[in-house]
Every structure is written in structure tokens, then in C-alpha cells.
């Protein structure tokens, strides 16, 4: 029997499957007297929602080690939805049994003039004039202050009903954390060969799972701590642990990868080169994260397994993409953060910015806005390109 409708999400690909989904079945399991589905709205495929109604909202996880394969099937979806449809998004966020909406929908979601705040911003309008009573926003992106940047986007979005929305509306920040390449028909093929079944909707994830939300629900809430979510005040630290050293390495290893032709992070990492540059990055990166040197060693001595497991294909090309929105929390802002602390920028840090614009100017661009800001800094002096990415770089949420 499904559980019932008591959370929305918006953004339905491989990670809301591999994280938010994965969590809230196990906290089902946990907890049978607690139990909350999701209805979960794609972003703007159909496929996906029309995939996923098939299987009655289950699919199958491939939880992919360095040894071998285990599957699972997650059964938390309740409903898979269109994101075109926005007479069902309006009429789920105003029903008073739904209590959290957890998004995902990339960094470029956030940005002025897209399409996911106006549509939040619509249904807590629509939530608010019924009286349907309080929810929390649960952004699970990779950004800095993610919930406070969502609130920020939602807000502006609702224009002159902004006040109404932000009295029903709790924004919590978390730091999400799950490897989750998009997965190919190889990935489904294996599915078809242990289980004996097809699921074009399996997605694949290391087995290494994070989730560090703050304490600031509007109402009840899946007992997710009780399958290892940390529930804090403030996830500050680890949202600069997990953004600083995991992506920012990321985005290093896509672009310095790329321009050496590999194709995932795996292969990236096993070379001496780029591995002894992403180490000399993590050191200067690691300078003003706030936690103690202990638990960065051991977060970063996983971290090194994590990225070698030869058998997970994050392709290069798939985190490279959308780059100009992920260069800013992942290194611009730590840089700001090091400058304003009196440091000087670190060589290794620099390097790596000097090699993502060398791989944005010099590859095919994967993407409208990075192409954009390709052919920016295609004008400005080579030696000068680095200095013009910082200057031109405004933190989020700064006037
Ligand atoms: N995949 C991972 O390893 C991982 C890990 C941590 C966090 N995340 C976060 O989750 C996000 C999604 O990752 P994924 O692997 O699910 O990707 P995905 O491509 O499988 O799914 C992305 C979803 O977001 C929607 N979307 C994307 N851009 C949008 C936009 N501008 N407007 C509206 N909808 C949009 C898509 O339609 C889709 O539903 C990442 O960008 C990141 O912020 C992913
Ligand atoms: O998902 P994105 O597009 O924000 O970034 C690509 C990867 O760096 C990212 O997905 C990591 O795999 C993830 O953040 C690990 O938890």
C-alpha cells in the first residue's frame, strides 16, 4: 500500500530519486506509524512522469560500490506528475496534508527570470488564499544558503503577494550529498539482468548518503534523522565542506578532465597530475571552512574513495554542464570568503579557475549562459581572464 500524499517535490530526475525519495522510503521503513509519499512534478520533461505513473511510482536504486551491485526498490513516490501541468501543481501545493516541498532543480533554477520560483511563488499564492496553512521549502540544490537563496527567488517571484507567501512559507537550508550520474542503457540493462524485470526509471548512486537540514520546519516533517539525516542549527560548515572541496573538485576535475579528453571523474582523478592539483585546491579551499581539521581529514579521506570507484561513470560532460552557475559557490564565493578573512588567493585556486575558463573558451560550450560568458571573456587578454571572472562575480543575495 502506498503512503499517503504529504510531500511535493519539484524537479524529478536521478537525484530526487537516489536522495530525497531514498530517505523518506527508509524513514517510512523506520517508522511505520509515519508514513508520507511524495507527489513528485518533473521539471519540464514529460518522459519521466509518464515513465514513472507506468510503474505506480517505483523504481529501482542500483546502489553501485567499487565491488558490486545491490538494488533496492524505493517505493516513497505516490504520484509522478508533468511539470507542465499547473493546475495539479496549484491544487497539490493548496492541499492542507502536504507539509514540505523538497526541490531540485540545478543551480540555473535559481537565477532571475527562471521558470521555478514563478511556479512556487504560484502555488503558495494559491496555498495561501485557501488557507491550507504552513509549509516548508526544502531546496536540495548546490548552492550556498540554499533555502535562504529559494526564499530570496520565491519572494521576488511573487511580486506585491510576496507577504502572503512568506507568512505560510518556511525555507530550510540543507547540504545534500549522493553521486548520482545519470544513468545509461547499460544501467538498465543490469537492472534487467538481476532483477529479471525492465525499469527504465532506475537510477544509480554511490552508497554514500548526506543530508544536513536545518531546524526550521513550518510543520511536521519525515523522521529522516532516523536514517542518518542531521537535523542542526546551522549547516554552514558543512555546506562549505561538501560545496568547497566535493564540487569545487568537481568542477576542477570536469574542466581540467575535459581539456585532457577522459570522460568521468574516475578516470580525471586516477591522473597523477590533475589529482596531485585537485589535493592542492582542497588544501587552500579548506582554510576558512569552519569545522574542525579532524573532521575534514576523515570526511576527506571518504571523499578520495569516493571519486576513485572506477565503477561509477559520472561523466565529465553531465557536471560540466550549466557551469557559469556552478563556478560562484564552488569557488568564486570561497575566494571572496578567504579575501574578506585577509588571505590571499591560493595558487592551486587560481590554477583551477584559470583552467575552467581555458575549458569554457577553448571547448565546445555545453550550455547558453556559460557559452555566453565564453565569449565574454574571449575579449579580455589571456593572463587577464581570471582577474575579469573575480571582479565580474556579485555573491548571491549582494545588491
Ligand atoms: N546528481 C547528483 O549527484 C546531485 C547531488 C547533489 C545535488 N544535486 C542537485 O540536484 C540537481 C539535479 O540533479 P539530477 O541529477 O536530478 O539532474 P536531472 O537532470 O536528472 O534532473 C534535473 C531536474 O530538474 C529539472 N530542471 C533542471 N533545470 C531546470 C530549470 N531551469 N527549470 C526547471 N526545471 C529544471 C529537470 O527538468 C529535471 O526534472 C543538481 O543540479 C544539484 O543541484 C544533484
Ligand atoms: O549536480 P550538479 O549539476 O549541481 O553538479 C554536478 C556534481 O558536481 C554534483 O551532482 C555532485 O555529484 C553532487 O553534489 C554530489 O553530492
Known amino acids: 500500500m502506498h503512503p499517503p500524499a504529504r510531500l511535493a517535490h519539484l524537479g524529478l530526475g536521478a537525484f530526487h530519486r537516489s536522495h530525497q525519495a531514498w530517505f523518506t522510503h527508509h524513514a517510512n521503513s523506520s517508522c511505520p506509524e509515519d508514513q508520507w509519499g511524495f507527489v513528485s512534478f518533473t521539471g519540464r520533461s514529460v518522459r519521466t512522469a509518464d515513465q514513472l505513473t507506468k510503474a505506480d511510482g517505483v523504481f529501482t536504486l542500483i546502489e553501485r560500490s567499487a565491488d558490486g551491485d545491490r538494488l533496492e526498490r524505493i517505493e516513497s513516490i505516490v504520484r509522478a506528475e508533468r511539470g507542465d501541468d499547473f493546475h495539479t501543481w496549484c491544487s497539490t501545493l493548496a492541499n492542507p496534508e502536504i507539509k514540505v516541498l523538497t526541490v531540485t532543480v540545478t543551480e540555473s533554477g535559481y537565477a ?48 506585491d503577494q510576496a507577504k502572503e507567501v512568506d507568512k505560510i512559507a518556511s525555507f530550510v537550508d540543507t547540504v545534500v550529498d549522493r553521486i548520482t550520474p545519470a544513468a545509461t542503457a547499460e544501467d538498465i540493462r543490469c537492472v534487467r539482468e538481476l532483477s529479471g524485470f525492465d525499469d527504465p526509471s532506475a537510477v544509480v548512486a554511490e552508497p554514500f548518503a548526506e543530508w544536513v537540514l536545518t531546524d526550521n520546519f513550518a510543520d511536521a516533517r519525515p523522521a529522516w534523522e532516523a536514517v542518518g539525516a542531521r537535523v542542526v542549527e546551522d549547516v554552514t560548515p558543512y555546506e562549505q565542506r561538501k560545496l568547497w572541496l566535493l564540487n569545487a573538485g568537481h568542477t576542477f576535475l570536469a574542466a581540467a578532465g575535459r581539456l585532457r579528453r577522459y570522460e568521468t571523474i574516475a578516470e580525471a582523478y586516477a591522473d597523477p597530475d590533475l589529482n596531485a592539483e585537485v589535493e592542492a585546491l582542497w588544501a587552500e579551499q579548506r582554510r576558512s571552512i569552519r569545522l574542525d581539521d579532524a573532521e575534514i581529514n576523515d570526511w576527506l579521506a571518504a571523499l578520495r574513495v569516493r571519486l576513485a570507484n572506477p565503477r561509477i561513470a559520472h561523466r565529465l560532460e553531465q557536471i560540466a554542464q550549466g557551469s557559469s552557475a556552478k563556478i560562484a559557490p564552488r569557488l568564486l564565493t570561497v575566494l571572496r570568503h578567504q579575501t574578506e578573512a585577509g588571505m590571499t588567493a591560493g595558487e592551486a585556486q587560481l590554477s583551477a579557475l584559470d583552467t575552467w575558463v581555458r575549458s569554457i573558451v577553448e571547448l565546445e560550450p555545453l550550455d547558453q549562459p556559460t557559452a555566453g560568458l565564453a565569449r565574454d571573456l574571449e575579449t579580455v587578454a589571456r593572463r587577464d581572464r581570471v582577474t575579469a571572472l573575480i571582479e565580474q562575480f556579485t555573491p548571491a543575495g549582494a545588491s
Not at 511556479?119 to 548546490?142: K, M, Q, T
Request: net charge positive.
Open 112 to 159: 532571475e527570470g527562471a521558470i521555478p520560483p514563478d511556479r512556487i511563488a504560484g502555488a503558495l499564492i494559491a496555498r495561501a488564499a485557501v488557507n491550507a496553512g504552513p509549509i516548508s521549502i526544502v531546496s536540495c540544490d548546490n548552492l550556498n544558503g540554499n533555502g535562504a537563496a529559494l526564499r530570496r527567488a520565491v519572494l521576488r517571484a511573487a511580486g
